[in-house]
């Protein structure tokens, strides 16, 4: 089933058991996406998405990931460092945005910014 244009709910779906948490917050992040997928009109991969508690403790996800609540993806975008996704996702409206080796962490996280990488 379509969240947006170029998101499937079930990208975004728990990697160990495929549920899906919320999908009216995998709907926000999508929009989110859609946006930052017309800066560099690529596709964008999301290799994590919601994730249930047991899958979170396999990966070492925070207690308190946004994860767990259907708020962030680890995103790639071919051909685009995770250093310039996470400024141009700072630049859209991001709270979260963590860069790794090979992905970039975005969330729509309440409250402060939050920035850092891993």
């Avoid at 170029?6 to 989110?32: T, V």
């Avoid at 930052?36 to 964008?44: A, E, V, Y």
């Avoid at 996702?89 to 945005?97: E, I, M, P, R, S």
């Amino acid at each position: 089933m379509k969240a947006t244009e170029h998101y499937d709910y079930e990208e975004f779906a728990c990697k160990c058991c495929r549920q899906i948490k919320d999908k009216k917050k995998i709907f926000q992040l999508a929009e989110m996406l859609e946006k930052l997928r017309l800066l560099w009109n690529k596709p964008i991969q999301v290799i994590s998405g919601y994730r249930c508690e047991k899958h979170n403790n396999k990966v070492s996800g925070a207690k308190k990931s946004q994860h767990l609540i259907s708020t962030a993806a680890d995103i790639i975008i071919k051909g685009v460092s995770p250093e310039e996704v996470a400024k141009a996702a700072k630049d859209l409206g991001f709270k979260g945005v963590g860069t790794y080796k090979i992905f970039t962490h975005v969330d729509l996280r309440e409250g402060r910014r939050a920035t850092w990488r891993g």
